[in-house]
């Protein structure tokens, strides 16, 4: 806090905003107990008159959490989350993820499958370094695949081709890809 802050004295009005790619139940749940802590203060009645807060979350994130919920709802053996390792939002999709007991693989695009040797790089959950897996798929037979919010469709449809291969699955794309090749 600054120098010479007192909280009885100087602290009277608070306005929360919180980072968009923030988990939003995380977000909420932070508003909710700051406006908690006013109510006691204040009262309930003289709450508006010091608190505020701002929904800052961005459509495109709160459309991907609630997506990867309704899917890891299913049955899923591997999930592959991809996008940025500095993505905050790519990040937490893939922290809720594992959160939810599936084993999940955050890469930052295709070429993180490498389809001649069947491994994945990726960076594990809670760390700043990648890791090469052989075999990652295992026996999985259901794939979930998401991606944060700012990660272009065309990387998310070239990893698809590549896990298909890797898979043995043929697919359209896939086909479509070599022939780009």
């Given amino acids: 806090m600054s120098p010479g802050f007192d909280f009885t004295r100087d602290l009277t009005q608070v306005g ?9 139940g995380e977000s909420l749940a932070i508003a909710d107990e700051v406006r908690k802590s006013v109510i006691r203060r204040y009262g309930p009645d003289a709450v508006d008159q010091h608190f505020r807060s701002f929904d800052t979350i961005c ?22 989350v991809v996008g940025g390792y500095n993505s905050s939002n790519t990040c937490h999709l893939a ?4 959160q939810h007991g599936i084993r999940t693989y955050h890469i930052e695009d295709a070429d993180a499958v490498d389809v001649v040797s069947g ?13 090469v897996t052989e075999r990652w798929l295992g026996e999985a037979r259901i794939i979930g695949i998401t991606a944060g919010a700012s990660t272009p469709n065309n990387k998310v449809g ?16 896939e086909t479509a890809l070599e022939k780009k090749a």
């Fill in 59 to 80: 459509s495109a994130t709160q459309e991907r959490q609630d997506a990867v919920l309704a899917l890891i709802g299913e049955p899923l053996d591997v999930m592959v």
């Fill in 16 to 24: 929360l905003a919180n980072q968009t790619t923030m988990l939003s």
């Fill in 119 to 131: 491994a994945i790089r990726h960076q594990p959950i809670g760390t700043k370094s990648e890791s």
């Fill in 95 to 98: 922290a809720l993820v594992q």
């Fill in 158 to 173: 070239e990893t698809i081709a590549r896990i298909c291969a890797v898979a043995g699955v043929d697919s359209e794309l």
